[in-house]
């Protein structure tokens, strides 16, 4: 009680079958999607101020749902009381920025092999013959040297070097993202109403627009001393350091965020204790359970890699933007493959019944409260997944390999949409990608270098997983279960929503690479992953039987974690907290995580479920709040500082010598 909050109140009493899509909510959807697209763009590149460019919800929807719900429906109801949005409105914008922000590509990953291949890297020799010609914009005429230097006074931009390749990407990271919205709909109700997960990530947003639609919600928030407090705090902090731009010898505050780092001893890498507030805000309305997992198996994984680092134990070196201890890693991720399967088998009656109800056979399942039908659910899921392994083997994977990407991408996203949605955690990164899984598994020695070549190409996509839409469709869903309404139309403009913000991200970022030069953005170097897999052709490799040992072992943990927490209800460590334990992200937010579990705890204890409804006024105010001082950070870094901003982050370390990390 108090872990499966649902709110203060229906969002749309007597809505009941009014339409969520209206044609002013997709308008102001469709110019949210736009504009997240081209300042998120900037700030990321050119600007490279402040940024939560890697989170599950983008800082800028945050801000313009903030000011939607705060500041333009208050004020639109000044003016006529049936003109604010209503609540299914709202929700539609948000899902629909929250989704447009998941068509993406690393454009300078795919525009660097011509530029950068010199004779020195030999690039040219092991891998540029192999990668797949229709996926990387052509270099006859110099257009990716331009591309990363800039053009010359009186250039054109060369669109037409990166239609074709754009269209091949679109259609893939489209085709994947309708299976991803028809593998949701097929699990909503097992997750939604059997299983009843709560969503935090969806959940601070539902119980605002909740309080807010009710006569005097937002009066109540002006009141609210709690509210004011969680507000204050970040504001409070982040106002001192940009103060302390125009004035260096003003000192920095150090309560939040600070990332200061603990060393257990030599050896040992650092334990994390900075406070991030939005990380704090979400994860305080998540499962207690969850919470004591995450920072319990974060500090057991730490524990881990010290003993290893201390005797000496490895099973070869890091991979490529994996947590940096690869037994860790892979032990996570044979987690993770368990405790999908089990995810799954534990929905086989539910799935079944979706799958009957497709093809017209008894028992049939209502699909009237869901965005698709499961007829077209099944029939997308189907077609889709021929659709992706073909482009793969067309990009130069071999048939088994191409399959093998199919499957590890969709345990990653099922796996990783169950982690965020029971974790609210705000960062969260993958603990496999498919590239290093395949490569690993069956040895770069056995893989042709068309298929090396493939999966250089592809981290352009599969790396990240802000990539991935099957998350924040499971949360959107979760928010149109709690509105009610009518759901028709719903996936047609969710559709329009990702293709704009695909392609208004993917033009402006190439307007600024020729207006300003792309070798200028922020951000790793895009040499950094096609010189890992020059490395696996120069020097291959086979199977790496102790990655698999601990695969494993990480799958038999999951197991008897699993039956645990479903066969006994006092058991207080959850499989989802081994999933993630030492991902980067996870290592960052371990003190938040635990600051959240302790003061809800304590709340819960003292003051019972009352006494958590007043709380959380304090937790939103921290979002907001921070939420707020990024945005005023963002906007000084654009007008004093334009491509040498600040961050929020500095550092304050206790150390050992010889700790690592």
Known sequence: MGDQQEGN??????????????????????????????????????????????????????????????????????LRRSWPLRPGEIVLVFMMGWLSTRIGLNLRLIAAPYHLATPENRWEEYIIPYMPVHLLPTNERGEMATFFQ????????????????????????????????????????????????????????????????????????????????????????AAINICGYFVPWMPRANLQPVVSRVYIARGFPRIFLGLDPVILGFAFFANSRILLSLWIFHLLAIIQVGIQNRLGLSVGSYDVWLPRDPAVAWQSYGGIVVFVILILWRARRHVLDTLKTAMGLRPRVDDSSEIMSYRSAWLIVVLGLIYLTAWMHKAGLEWGIALMYIITVGILMIGMTRIIGETGLLFLGPTMIPQTFVARTLGSASMTHSSLGAAATGYGFMGYTQTYVMSPAAHSVKMLDRVGGNPRGVMNVLCAAMLVGGVVAAAYTIHLGYSHGAINFGGSHPDRVIKDVVAKVRNPEGTSYGRLAFFAVGGVVVSVLTLLTWRFPWWPLHPIGFTSSFVWQVRMAAASVFVAWLAKSIILWVGGIEGFRKARLFFIGLILGAVFATMMAVIIDLIFFPGAGHGLLWTTTITVPGATD
């Open 9 to 78: 109140g229906l969002l749309s009493q007597g809505d009941g079958h009014r339409r969520i899509v209206t044609v002013r909510a997709f308008v102001l959807g469709l110019l949210v999607c736009a504009g997240i697209a081209v300042v998120s763009t900037y700030t990321n590149t050119l600007a490279q101020t402040v940024s939560m460019g890697g989170s599950q919800i983008p800082l800028w929807l945050l801000v313009s749902f903030f000011a939607i719900v705060f500041v333009a429906n208050p004020l639109l109801r000044v």
């Open 150 to 237: 800039g053009l010359p006074a009186g250039g054109t931009t060369p669109w037409g070097a990166w239609v074709p390749p754009l269209f091949w990407w679109f259609s893939m990271m489209g085709v994947g993202a309708l299976v991803s919205l028809a593998v949701v709909v097929i699990l909503r109700k097992q997750w939604v109403e059997h299983e009843r997960l709560v969503f935090p990530l969806a959940e601070v947003p539902l119980q605002i627009i909740s309080d807010v639609n009710q006569p005097g919600g937002i009066r109540r928030y002006l009141e609210a001393k709690l509210f004011w407090m969680g507000v204050g705090v970040p504001v409070f902090i």
